[in-house]
């Protein structure tokens, strides 16, 4: 599930103040329906892929870049889609980062 296009520019609007209280009304959201955070939240990784279609005849793939957001949560390596984005990621390691992903 992808965020709604009108809160994902919402967020990226968001000076560093909003974003505070942003987290912290997700946080509490978040424990009220018992979900354990703890005081180690998860290094989230936000690398851009370029997506391949699939059909035959595209002359435009691969796509993108998409956004995808990549975590490690019990041991195990979550990833979710956040979107296309325009300008640069959020928390991008490194340009370098990019890759393609077949669709």
Known sequence: ?????????????????????LLMLAVARLETRGVALGDASP????PPRMVRCGKETCTTCPHGPYWYAYWTEGGRRRSRYVGKLDGEPLNSDSPSAEGTVDG
């Open 1 to 21: 599930m992808s965020l709604d296009r009108d809160v994902l520019d919402a967020v990226l609007g968001m000076d560093e103040h909003d974003l505070r209280r």
């Open 43 to 46: 290094k989230v990784h936000l």
